[in-house]
């Protein structure tokens, strides 16, 4: 099977129709059906049920869906990771993604950690927006990531756990709020003047809500300290707060798995030394 094949499907299972999926790959409608229907032939199953006003997915166009993009997102990851080597001059380096603003300290520890060691290469650190870290991951711009369960989504990584944790509510010191020992997560949520704020889905819209729309930890914590938001987060979040906050722990709030996590066909080694002195921290 070949990749071309594989984006000509790809195109017609996400369109649910072959002319706009012909319009979108720019090419005409009836080499793209006839590619479609040698690759049906190919397999032996049907992967489209065709209809008047387009074409369905079948189990079978279920299951190269699924596994087709899965394989277009390898090849397309082993080319950007071969670009950066070029770029690089050949010499070895390893990408690691974090959410701005999360896991600094214990980002910090493994750096230095790593840079003790003999062996260490060169280490970028990408920081970008909450839910981006695993795209970056899976499309090659990372070779590794710092991911947070259950938020995050690491179907198909391997990964090693490095913390669990509780979570508390970051609100303005001095809100009445701020003087509970505890509260549930219903609670955290519910605060009138205090909405909770709310992050981009990968193609940059916003859910609805009446939290304020925002990119990156910095923008929420000042808006937490001019009470107009309130958030929770990972109680190791605490180390890195200065001034102007309270922190009042989540009872219920589910707990947070960080987690180191790469590619399950990884042979880096320079990927291998970064992990294994993150399971050592």
């Known amino acids: 099977m070949e990749t071309r094949e594989l984006r000509y499907?790809?195109?017609?299972?996400?369109?649910?129709?072959?002319?706009?999926?012909?319009?979108?790959?720019?090419?005409?409608?009836?080499?793209l059906s006839r590619a479609i229907a040698q690759l049906?032939?190919?397999?032996?199953?049907?992967?489209?049920?065709?209809?008047?006003?387009?074409?369905?997915?079948?189990?079978?166009?279920?299951?190269?869906?699924?596994?087709?993009?899965?394989?277009?997102?390898?090849?397309?990851?082993?080319?950007?990771?071969?670009?950066?080597?070029?770029?690089?001059?050949?010499?070895?380096?390893?990408?690691?993604?974090?959410?701005?603003?999360?896991?600094?300290?214990?980002?910090?520890?493994?750096?230095?950690?790593?840079?003790?060691?003999?062996?260490?290469?060169?280490?970028?650190?990408?920081?970008?927006?909450?839910?981006?870290?695993?795209?970056?991951?899976?499309?090659g711009r990372a070779d590794v990531a710092l991911l947070h369960l259950p938020f995050d989504d690491v179907s198909g990584f391997d990964v090693d756990t490095l913390a669990v944790e509780d979570q508390a509510l970051i609100l303005p010191a001095g809100h009445p709020a701020s003087r509970r020992t505890s509260m549930t997560l219903a609670e955290a949520t519910s605060i009138p003047d205090l909405p909770l704020p709310r992050w981009p889905h990968l193609d940059g819209t916003y859910p609805d809500g009446p939290g304020p729309e925002l990119r990156d930890l910095t923008q929420v914590l000042q808006l937490v300290r001019l009470g107009r938001a309130a958030i929770v987060l990972p109680e190791s979040a605490q180390a890195d707060l200065r001034d102007g906050l309270a922190v009042v722990p989540v009872s219920d709030a589910p707990r947070v798995t960080t987690v180191i996590a790469w590619p399950p066909h990884s042979t880096s080694t320079v990927v291998a030394g970064l992990v294994r002195t993150a399971s050592r921290l």
């Open 9 to 31: 499907f790809v195109a017609v299972a996400e369109e649910s129709h072959v002319g706009r999926a012909a319009q979108r790959l720019g090419m005409a409608q009836p080499p």
């Open 40 to 139: 049906e032939r190919r397999l032996g199953a049907e992967l489209f049920v065709r209809g008047p006003r387009g074409v369905e997915l079948t189990t079978a166009g279920e299951t190269l869906l699924r596994e087709g993009r899965a394989a277009l997102a390898a090849v397309e990851a082993a080319e950007r990771r071969t670009r950066r080597t070029i770029e690089a001059g050949g010499r070895p380096a390893v990408v690691l993604t974090a959410k701005a603003g999360a896991s600094g300290e214990l980002m910090a520890k493994l750096l230095d950690a790593y840079a003790a060691e003999p062996d260490a290469v060169d280490v970028e650190v990408v920081l970008s927006p909450p839910g981006h870290q695993s795209a970056m991951l899976r499309d």
